[in-house]
């Protein structure tokens, strides 16, 4: 069965350090994509960094970048330089097909000033 | 980028009663749409993917009785929760697949917070 795995599930880092969030998924897909999405207190899904499955380069999206190891399947997402906003769930995504995402069970980051 | 947009964002109803839930989409067409469920300090639940003009595919579980969804134009899907009782009680999230600069990329609505009394 498809699944992502977040095995994160709470995190502190202290403000101006960086933090790795950990996300391996299972598929035998070819092609798909991989997003990490911030989840504020407020409810609503943010957008971070996408990385396509053929994609060549880590990605990097400002204080984001996207550790992706395809080989071992797994797509770890590092903030750079934490700020008292980035405290959030944090959940890694996957999808393929366009028909259908999958969602890790998430990640609950504190960053402490 | 692209906006979706939910409403209403609160919603407190009396068990027994349905509420509809709005999802749109402002900038774009969306030919397909999708509708989660999350609990408290949960991930998002895939209720139903809609596509427009047709009728939506249901997760597993997800009773396609209690959670009517309708896709009638390409820029609107509705979600009626129907007979709601307090186990209903939930965040329900649309997002869309829209002309964003990564393939695959979904916009989410803001949220609509469900309370059944």
């Known amino acids: 069965a498809q699944k992502i795995t977040q095995t994160q599930p709470g995190m502190f880092v202290q403000e101006k350090e960086a933090v790795t969030l950990d996300c391996t998924y299972d598929?035998?897909?070819?092609?798909?994509?991989l997003f990490w999405y911030k989840q504020p207190s407020s409810g609503e899904m943010i957008f971070l960094i996408y990385q396509g499955s053929y994609d060549q380069q880590n990605a990097t999206e400002g204080r984001y970048s996207l550790n992706f190891q395809k080989a071992r399947k797994s797509a770890n997402l590092v903030i750079s330089a934490s700020q008292l906003g980035d405290s959030a769930m944090y959940f890694c995504?996957?999808?393929?097909?366009?028909?259908?995402?999958?969602f890790g069970p998430g990640t609950s980051l504190s960053v402490i000033p | 980028g692209a906006v979706v947009s939910q409403h209403p964002s609160w919603v407190i109803c009396k068990s027994g009663t349905s509420v509809k839930i709005e999802c749109r989409s402002l900038d774009f067409q969306a030919t397909t749409m999708f509708w989660y469920r999350q609990f408290p300090k949960q991930s998002l639940m895939l209720m139903a993917t809609s596509n427009e003009g047709s009728k939506a595919t249901y997760e597993q579980g997800v009773e396609k009785d209690k959670f009517l969804i309708n896709h009638a134009s390409l820029t609107l899907s509705t979600l009626t929760v129907t007979s709601a009782h307090p186990e209903d009680s939930s965040f329900y999230i649309c997002?869309?697949?829209?002309?964003?600069?990564?393939?695959?990329?979904?916009?989410f609505g803001e949220g609509s917070r469900l309370t059944v009394l």
């Open positions: 598929t035998s897909d070819p092609s798909y994509g």
């Open positions: 995504t996957w999808r393929t097909s366009y028909d259908k995402v999958i």
């Open positions: 997002s869309a697949s829209g002309p964003g600069r990564n393939t695959g990329e979904l916009f």
